[in-house]
Structure formats: C-alpha cells, structure tokens
C-alpha cells in the first residue's frame, strides 16, 4: 500500500513538473505584444530585441507639434534659453519630427492639448519597428487645466489650506480620469517643495511652508492619481519636484541658487519626497532648475542615486525640467558643452530629457567612448518601457475622439471642485459683520482687478469655456440677489499694473452710493497673458504688497467710511496690514478654482462656514522673510528696529462663523517606546450657533536635543463637524517617527527626554494647550 501511494505522489509530482515545463515553454513562445507576459518580462523581451540607439530614444522627449507651431510664431530663437514655458527647435521641422517619430526616436511628448494630436502622434509611433507607443505628459496640476473644457480645481496653495487629504486624494483621482480620456498619461505634479520664501513665484504650486503637510498632500496626490501600481485605463503616472530646495532661493527668485545645510536639506526639504517614494511609490521625479550648496540638481549623483535609489528605493524614472541638462554648461558653467552636460547628468541618475535634439546623439557617443555604462540606458529605457506596458498603451494607445466629452467636467467633478473652493477659503479677519443677513433692498457694489475674470483658476490653466466659470461677481451676484441685495460692478481695470486713474475714480463714487463694497484685489498667475502676470511660474516678486495701483483704488473707497469686505484671489500671499485693519472683512480665497466665485458668495452670505486653514504664514512685510512658524529657538531673540517680529497671520490660522472650544490635552501613556504609541485626545466643543468644521491641529517640541530644534512641529492634524452645542473627542496618535529627527552625528532616531504636546486651532501658542510625554530610551529608525 506504501509503495502505491509512493508511486501515486511522483506520479503527480512529475505531471505538475511536466505542466510547468509546458507552461515555460508556451511562455518561451510568447514576446513583448502578449499580454499574457508580466510586464517586467514583456520590457525584458523588447529590450532584447533593441539597439543602443533604439533604446536611448525612450529617453528622449520633445513638445507637440501644435505648441511648436504657436511658438515659432511668438518666439525668437534669444527667447528659447529663458523661456521655461514655450519651445521649439530651430534645426527641426516640424516634418522631421514627425519622421523621427514613425522611425522611433522618440519616446514622449510633452504639452499635447488635443485629442485629435494625441492620437496622430500615436499613429505615426505605430509606424515604427516595434510600434513601441508614446508617452504623453502634461502639466495637470491641478485638474487637467491647459486642455479646454476640463476640470479646474483650486491650485494647491489652496488645497492645502483645506487639511483634507482624502478629498485631495478624490481631486487626484478624477484629474487622472480626465487626463487618460483626453490622451495624456504623465502629470507633471505634485509640487512637493517645502515653501521658504513667499516671494518665489511658484508659491500656488506648492502646499505651503510644512513638511508633514506637504507630505500628507504629496501621497495623497501620488495615490489618487497612480493608484496601486498605476496600472490600467483610468490611471496615470504622477511626477514629484522639484529636487530640490528652490523654494528657498537666495533671493526669493526661480531657478536662483540654494545654499543650506544638509540638515536643513534632510530635516525641511527632502521628508516629502522620501515619503512620496516610500509610501505612495511615485514613479517619476523631476530634477530642480537650481543648484544647491554649488552642485546643479540635474548632476547631483548623491541627491538622484545614492539618496533616493539607493537608500530610500526609488524604482522608477528622473526626467529633467525644461532644457535643464544643456543649461549645466550655459546656465551654470560646471560643464563645458551640452555634451559633457550629459554626461553628468545621465551619470548622475537621469533618465528622460525634457526636451529637444542633440541629447540622444550624446548619450550614445559617451556609451561607445567608455564615459556612460550601458547600464544606464537599459535602466533609463526599462522603467520608461514599464509604464507604458502598465498603463495598457501597447494594447491601445488612441482614444476615441469625443469620448472625452462625457468625461470632462461631469457633475461629481465639478461637485468635488465646489467642495475643495469652500474648504480652500480663508477667512482672515472679521470684525463681526460677515456673514451678510437679508438684503432687505441694499447694495453691494463689486470692483476690484479679480472681480470678474478667470484669474480664480490660477497657474498652469489655459482660458476655460465661460459658461464653466464662476467668477466672483457672477457667484456674488446670483447668491446676493436671492438674498434681497442689488448687485452692482464697475471694471476698474482687471490688470493690475494698467488700472487707469480715471476708473479708479469712477469705481470710488459708484461706491459712494452703495451699502457695501467687496473689493476683489490680488494678483494674476494666467499665464495665457504673460506680459500681466504678477505670480506664477517665473514671476516672482521683491514685494508681499498687492501689485499696480490696487491699494490706491481701496485708499479711495475705504476713505468714504463704508463698509468694505476684501476679498484676495491670488497664488502668492498679500501682506497689507494698513488694509486688513480698515475693512470689515478679509477673505483669502487663494485661487479656487471654476466655483470660487460660488463658493466665495456662499461664505460672504453664511451659506457655508468657512473652515480653512493657513498652509503658510503672512508676514506683515517682506523685511521680516524668513518667516515660518517652525523656526529654530534664537530666532526672535532680538527685534527689528521698524517692524514687529510677529507674523499678521500665523501658519493654520483661519477664522470662523462660530466659535469652538478645544479642551487640555490627555494622553494614553505618558511614555512612548519605539513598540508603543501614545494617543492624544481632545475635546472639542462647538459653542457658536452655527454648524462649521474645526480643524484640530498638534505639534510637538523635543525639549532638550543633541542638535537644535524647531520649537514647533505639525505632527497630526484632525477636520472635526460639529452642530451647535456637540462635543466630540479627537484623538490622533503620535509613533516614534513623529518624533525622530537626525542627530548631531546625522542618525535617524529619537532621543530620549520630554517632549511637549500642543493641540489646537493654529500654531499660534495662544490657540494651543500643552501637555508632555517622556522618551525613556533612545530609538534608532531605519531611514
């Protein structure tokens, strides 16, 4: 019986070997087009098949031929070396593109806003050797916003200000939605650069001045948009930048020099991104247009491999920013020709350049001349490779012209817009006037450069269908109409820096006759109009002081001694004290959106409660940069001699309808371990009349530290509903890489000794209460 039963299991032992061997074999059978193949064996078996010059042309990227056509027409070949926008390639036809393309040599585009060009670029790689499709990126940064039609969420200054990560991560999703129907597969975002400095132009890419929150933002941004793996029909691939540290320049300018230590590099700048690379998985990075303490980011080997690949696990491509490789011989004179510059950056760990001719030619006579490995390119050509198979492009690269249409702006999106502009809206000040009752036949008067424009979607956005826009006056006039107020706007003048004295004039006695006026001031990052932008991409300012001859325009009517609500619409923070301290009102809308204008009006008359939070802190004047709320301890040991050393609004300040109390803290354990959190709780009380959100905040501070600390650091943070009268506990828990930081010898641990605990509604130490809790021993984390 032994024997038979014996006989039996080899017998099926050897069937099961049998089958796995035809199982091979039938996969030997099978090359890259079969589905049936992961992707990692599909990129190994088209690898195989390729040559050097094969392979170095998916690291090639180039802008569309629609945005070439338009460029030649505004653009002389002097602007191409500073113009980070608009391209195109003097030695290159448009006709040599597109036979570059069948013959696959190209590996991506950037900038494609039509379906129709999408598609015929597709069709012309389908025409190549191993119909190997293209992958498409786009700057959708905040909803895919340079293609007409699409979905405008608030920019993400102002989604930051909302604390809300999941609808962040709805936001990201839907954005993805829209790109894929549309025929990009890559978005240029998040911006993860830990905001320093307010003047820097690019403040509305980013979310805000905190680590942790800007870290919170990147994942959630990363997993909306890539989800698991980024594989499928509605998912692309996000694309964190930039690395690193240009948000703290030397003079508050774009692509100016960075000089800090490495600490501040490890302890402020990079935990964003090794978050997004260890928790979300993002699959692409983007290098910095700056260099940092004298190395040029796109050379800088320690930051692109041995940090981020080698240490922290990156799997998958660097891309350059715009023309970023050849500007490390023209910009930064570290190299002697473009040739030699890709030399360095290729060496260093980049992976595609954006974007034009030359860099693939180089990259190959630097392999046969011995000075790039091979190896480089097959990393650079698999992971590029990987996400088009991913991504499902091989199977169908095209999308079904007019698809788009039912995708683009459907009723959820524009309902998840409307949600984030009301969240995203600070309001900053309130003398108890908002919100406006019953019109009861009064009038409020509008005016202002934002009233009644598209400047509300702020940067990287191309002018939307009217008919898809809420402006200010329009959301302010339909809302205040219903509530009995006649509404009533004068244009007096919608570019700042060209208001006429006469409208100014003319807006101040049409203000003169009425009961209210909200003046809609601030800046204009469009970039469709670039002589008149005052922020955005490469307009950055000396100045925190509203742009133009606006402040003249409210000297004029704040002097008739009327009411006057400001609303600001900007990317970059206003810092006007004199104005705050005369108007009623003052309500920082950022840049919300295609509803801002509803949203704005549902807050101004009490339809909404307002809930925001500051990402940032506002100075009272430029002279008091740099200003964050987690500086070190000897930073305001001294005063200035002409200005206050107090911010005008702290860093997660942000008023509300009603009022909210937040009880001392308790803790589950005064001591935490590296195997035992400690959960904090609160109660909070809404003691208004209102229903509202509050947004529950806590920070820590090490005591006593081998090396200076902050004095205050977001650790959690909670949004809370409460209905008039409802207490509900809050409780957020804190581990042991809350508390870590790197030591004087630059370990990742926590040391041991007391740290406090402060829970509140903004970091100011007036909206915070204190307990502590005790690190016995010290906790070495692996980083």
């Known amino acids: 019986m032994k024997i038979i039963k014996k006989s039996i299991q080899v017998m099926l032992l050897l069937s099961v070997v049998l089958m796995s061997c035809d199982s091979q074999k039938e996969k030997s059978n099978l090359d890259y087009t079969s589905t049936e193949l992961s992707a990692e064996e599909r990129v190994k078996d088209l690898m195989s098949r390729m040559t050097l010059e094969e392979k170095v042309a998916q690291m090639c990227q180039y802008v569309g031929l629609e945005h070439i056509k338009a460029a030649q027409n505004d653009l002389t070949e002097e602007d191409l070396d500073v113009n980070d926008a608009r391209g195109f390639y003097p030695d290159l ?30 069709s012309l790689a389908m025409q190549s050797k191993f119909k190997i499709p293209l992958l498409i990126g786009i700057d959708a940064i905040h909803g895919d916003g340079l293609f007409s039609g ?28 829209e790109m894929r129907a549309t025929g990009a597969h890559w978005a240029f975002t998040p911006n993860i650069d830990v905001l320093r400095d307010p003047r820097w132009g690019r403040t509305g890419e980013t979310f805000g001045e905190d680590p942790y929150l800007v870290g919170n933002m990147g994942v959630a941004t990363i997993a909306g948009m890539q989800s698991d793996d ?13 690395l690193v540290a240009g948000s703290q320049s030397l003079n508050g300018l774009n692509a100016s020099p960075t000089d800090v230590s490495y600490r501040t590099l490890m302890g402020i700048f990079l935990p964003p991104f090794k978050r997004a690379v260890k928790e979300a998985n993002v699959f692409s990075i983007m290098t910095a247009h700056n260099e940092v303490n004298g190395i040029p980011a796109h050379m800088d080997k320690h930051m692109m491999t041995d940090l981020m690949r080698d240490r922290w696990g990156f799997d998958g491509f660097y891309v350059s920013d715009w023309n970023d490789v050849s500007r490390i011989d023209t910009w930064h004179h570290v190299a002697k020709d473009f040739k030699q510059a890709t030399e360095y950056s290729v060496g260093a760990g980049l992976d595609m350049h954006m974007h034009g001719p030359h860099f693939a030619d180089y990259v190959i006579e630097l392999v046969h001349e011995g000075k790039l490995p091979e190896s480089r390119v097959d990393l650079a050509c698999s992971k590029v490779l990987e996400v088009k198979f991913k991504l499902g492009l091989f199977e169908n690269p095209y999308i079904k012209e007019g698809s788009y249409e039912e995708v683009l702006f459907n009723k959820e999106h524009q309902k998840t817009s409307l949600e984030q502009a009301r969240k995203g809206i600070v309001l900053q000040k309130n003398s108890g006037f908002l919100p406006l009752g019953k019109g009861a036949n009064k009038t409020i008067f509008v005016t202002g450069p934002n009233a009644n424009n598209q400047t509300t979607l702020g940067d990287w956005v191309s002018p939307q ?45 049409l203000a003169k006759k009425a009961d209210i006026t909200v003046l809609v001031l601030g800046e204009n990052s469009f970039r469709h109009d670039w002589p008149n932008k005052t922020t955005g991409e490469n307009i950055d300012r000396a100045t925190l002081k509203l742009s133009g001859k606006q402040m003249q325009l409210a000297d004029k009517i704040l002097a008739l001694g009327k009411p006057v609500v400001v ?154 509903a409460l209905e008039p009268g409802e207490t509900k506990t809050v409780t957020m828990e804190l581990d042991a890489e809350s508390l870590a930081f790197y030591d004087i010898n630059m370990e990742y641990c926590v040391e041991p000794g007391s740290f406090k605990i402060m829970v509140g509604n903004s970091s100011a130490d007036k909206d915070l209460k204190e307990t502590s809790i005790e690190v016995k021993e010290r906790i070495i984390l692996k980083d």
Request: aromatic fraction near 8%.
């Open 150 to 177: 699409a979905t405008i969420y608030p920019s993400p200054i102002t989604q930051a200000a909302t604390w809300d990560d999941d609808l962040l991560y709805k936001v990201s999703a839907q954005t993805a939605t």
């Open 93 to 122: 036809s448009i006709n040599d593109l597109v036979e570059m393309t069948k013959a696959g040599k190209i590996g991506s585009y950037l900038h494609i806003v039509t379906v129709e060009e999408a598609n015929y670029l597709q």
């Open 567 to 720: 609303v600001y619409v900007s990317g970059s923070p206003i810092a006007e004290p004199s104005l705050e301290k005369r108007a009623k009102a003052v309500i920082n809308a950022w840049e919300p959106g295609a509803f801002g204008g509803q949203a704005t009006a549902e807050i101004l008359f009490g339809e909404v409660n307002p809930s925001a939070k500051l990402p940032l802190t506002i100075p009272r004047s430029v002279g008091q940069l740099q200003m964050v709320y987690n500086h070190k301890p000897t930073m305001y040991i001294h005063k200035y001699n002409t200005e206050k050393k107090t911010p005008l609004h702290p860093f997660g300040f942000g008023l509300s309808y009603t009022k909210y109390e937040i009880s001392l803290p308790t803790v589950s354990s005064e001591v935490l371990s590296k195997d035992k959190n400690v959960q904090v709780s609160v109660e909070v009380t809404n003691k208004g009349k209102m229903a509202g959100e509050e947004i529950v905040q806590l920070y820590i501070r090490d005591n006593v530290s081998s090396v200076t600390r902050p004095v205050k650091e977001l650790k959690r943070y909670q949004r809370v």
């Open 465 to 509: 269908p009217e008919e898809n826009i809420i402006t200010m006056y329009e959301g302010i006039k339909k809302l205040g109409e219903e509530k009995g107020y006649k509404v009533d706007y004068f244009d007096s003048g919608d570019r700042s820096r060209k208001m006429k004295d006469a409208d100014i004039n003319k807006a101040a006695s």
């Open 230 to 242: 980024f594989s499928g029909s509605e998912n692309v691939i996000a694309c964190v930048k930039h």
